[in-house]
């Protein structure tokens, strides 16, 4: 059981935020599953990543950059996405270290919903 803070920035702890969902909740919203998504690339997780991934945009594997530490995460804006909606868009902005440098990932991510649960389709990322 694990009690430290949930990397997605919500203030629970992991088992009770991005964890039940890595576990094999499905996320209620499209913002819930873009936070998951984000913990699942800070943790490692490629296959919770391929599994919410759609399977019309989904690669044969997650390709996670040596050395990348992901520090942060901000949501801007979402539409749709809540659990009456069946497509859904949201905006953040990803912190991270790379080999010593900070940068940030700024991405308009789309969702629908696959047999009735979350999934990723693609994003559009733009520069901050």
Do not use: N
């Amino acid at each position: 059981m694990s009690h430290s803070t949930c990397p997605c920035g919500l203030p629970a702890a992991y088992d009770d935020c991005c964890g039940r969902y890595h576990a094999g909740k499905p996320a209620p919203t499209a913002e819930a599953l873009m936070r998951s998504r984000y913990t699942a690339f800070a943790r490692g997780d490629e296959a919770y990543l391929l599994r919410t991934w759609h399977p019309r945009t989904r690669p044969a594997r997650v390709g996670f950059e040596h050395g990348m530490r992901w520090t942060g995460l901000e949501i801007e804006d979402t539409t749709g996405g809540s659990p009456i909606h069946t497509e859904g868009t949201v905006t953040f902005r990803a912190s991270y270290t790379h080999r010593g440098q900070t940068g940030e990932l700024h991405e308009r991510s789309r969702f629908t919903r696959v047999d009735g649960a979350w999934a990723y389709v693609d994003g559009d990322i733009t520069s901050p």
